[in-house]
């Protein structure tokens, strides 16, 4: 497959991924908001450290607010890694490969990015709050599972497709390592008072694993056993084991004469993975565990785009 065709299917996934991911980010900061009057700054101070975009944003708009933070990680054009930009870039990605992926494909992403783009013009002047921010981000969670649906259901399981699942699982390894990392912190210290077991079922839902948390381990909601379920629960899709195990095997499908390295770097962290335990992993350090995933992750996205892609910058809040 042609780099240029590869690049634009990878990024078209991670770009669609990062939006159903934000959104998520946004709800789940929303409602947490909510529980604590007094921590609210702290809140969305929290959401633009897993996005890593504080530095941008205080240069733009200074103070941290709630209206601000949810304008700026949702339908501000000028930050790249808005959901509006990435639905934006998502589309631009699969406009350029139309001729690989599928007519129902196309039809998807690009009714997306206008049913975004009129959604968008309609917020610029208003509060997005309440049920209006809680609507807004089932949509674009909603869009982005219809996309994949799409996309496994219509396309041939060749190269083209691997590249998409390629992208969308390392968006989603970094994207649920930087949600754990900093939620963690915010909320392990705390009791065990209603608010605490609300919030951190709220950051369950977040990852669509709160119903999973209770299948699993029928018992009330603890720190320990939140890390473990979003770290090494191979069954859990949006466990980093489980990211990584797709990440691996994809690799391997999709080897050329460069990518020897970069499948040893992705076996090396799914089998990390895989036979770690979540009590040396606190042992250690959670944040410090975490913060190295990340570095590994950026560097097998590096990697990767070196191997198969068209070697290019990737934009501000990608990895």
Same mark, same amino acid.
């Given at each position: 497959?042609?780099?240029?065709?590869?690049?634009?299917?990878?990024?078209?996934? $991670?770009?669609?991924?990062?939006?159903?991911?934000?959104?998520?980010?946004?709800?789940?900061? #929303?409602?947490?908001?909510?529980?604590?009057?007094?921590? $609210?700054?702290? #809140? !969305?101070?929290?959401?633009?450290?897993?996005?890593?975009?504080?530095?941008?944003?205080?240069? $733009?708009? %200074?103070?941290?607010?709630?209206?601000?933070?949810?304008?700026?990680?949702?339908?501000?054009?000028?930050?790249?890694?808005?959901?509006?930009?990435?639905?934006?870039?998502?589309?631009?990605?699969?406009?350029?490969?139309?001729?690989?992926?599928?007519?129902?494909?196309?039809?998807? +992403?690009?009714?997306? !990015?206008?049913?975004?783009?009129?959604?968008?013009? %309609?917020?610029?002047?208003?509060?997005?709050?309440?049920?209006?921010?809680?609507?807004?981000?089932? !949509?674009?969670?909603?869009?982005?599972?219809?996309?994949?649906?799409?996309?496994?259901?219509?396309?041939?399981?060749?190269?083209?497709?691997?590249?998409?699942?390629?992208?969308?699982?390392?968006?989603?390894?970094?994207?649920?390592?930087?949600?754990?990392?900093?939620?963690?912190?915010?909320?392990?210290?705390?009791?065990?008072?209603?608010?605490?077991?609300?919030?951190?079922?709220?950051?369950? $839902?977040?990852?669509?694993?709160?119903?999973? #948390?209770?299948?699993? #381990?029928?018992? @009330?909601?603890?720190?320990?056993?939140?890390?473990?379920?979003?770290?090494?629960?191979?069954?859990?899709?949006?466990?980093?084991?489980?990211?990584?195990?797709? @990440?691996?095997?994809?690799?391997?499908?999709?080897?050329?004469?460069?990518?020897?390295?970069?499948?040893?770097?992705?076996?090396?962290?799914?089998?990390?993975?895989?036979?770690?335990?979540?009590?040396?992993?606190?042992?250690?350090?959670?944040?410090?565990?975490?913060?190295?995933?990340?570095?590994?992750?950026?560097?097998? %996205?590096?990697?990767?785009?070196?191997?198969?892609?068209?070697? +290019?910058?990737?934009?501000?809040?990608?990895?």
């Amino acid at each position: 497959m042609l780099s240029r065709t590869a690049d634009a299917l990878y990024w078209m996934a $991670r770009y669609t991924e990062r939006a159903e991911n934000t959104a998520r980010l946004l709800d789940v900061s #929303y409602r947490m908001s909510l529980q604590r009057q007094v921590a $609210r700054e702290g #809140y !969305w101070g929290a959401a633009l450290g897993i996005t890593g975009l504080e530095t941008g944003y205080k240069a $733009r708009h %200074g103070a941290i607010t709630a209206s601000r933070v949810l304008r700026f990680l949702s339908v501000e054009e000028d930050n790249p890694a808005s959901i509006l930009a990435c639905l934006r870039a998502a589309r631009e990605n699969c406009h350029a490969v139309r001729g690989t992926v599928t007519s129902e494909v196309w039809e998807t +992403i690009n009714t997306t !990015w206008l049913e975004a783009a009129e959604a968008a013009a %309609g917020l610029q002047g208003g509060a997005l709050q309440g049920s209006e921010l809680t609507r807004y981000c089932e !949509w674009v969670k909603f869009r982005s599972h219809l996309s994949r649906g799409v996309t496994l259901g219509t396309m041939l399981q060749d190269e083209g497709l691997h590249f998409i699942r390629l992208g969308t699982f390392l968006e989603r390894a970094d994207n649920t390592a930087r949600l754990l990392d900093v939620k963690f912190d915010e909320l392990a210290p705390a009791g065990a008072s209603g608010d605490e077991y609300y919030e951190w079922g709220a950051l369950l $839902r977040s990852v669509s694993a709160f119903e999973i #948390y209770r299948k699993v #381990y029928r018992d @009330v909601i603890t720190p320990q056993r939140v890390a473990e379920l979003l770290i090494l629960r191979e069954a859990m899709p949006r466990s980093l084991h489980a990211c990584m195990r797709e @990440v691996d095997q994809i690799l391997g499908l999709v080897a050329n004469a460069r990518s020897q390295d970069t499948q040893r770097r992705a076996g090396e962290m799914h089998a990390r993975l895989r036979y770690a335990r979540i009590e040396d992993i606190l042992e250690v350090g959670l944040h410090r565990f975490l913060t190295e995933f990340l570095e590994r992750t950026a560097d097998l %996205g590096n990697r990767i785009a070196q191997d198969f892609l068209v070697p +290019i910058a990737a934009p501000e809040g990608a990895t």
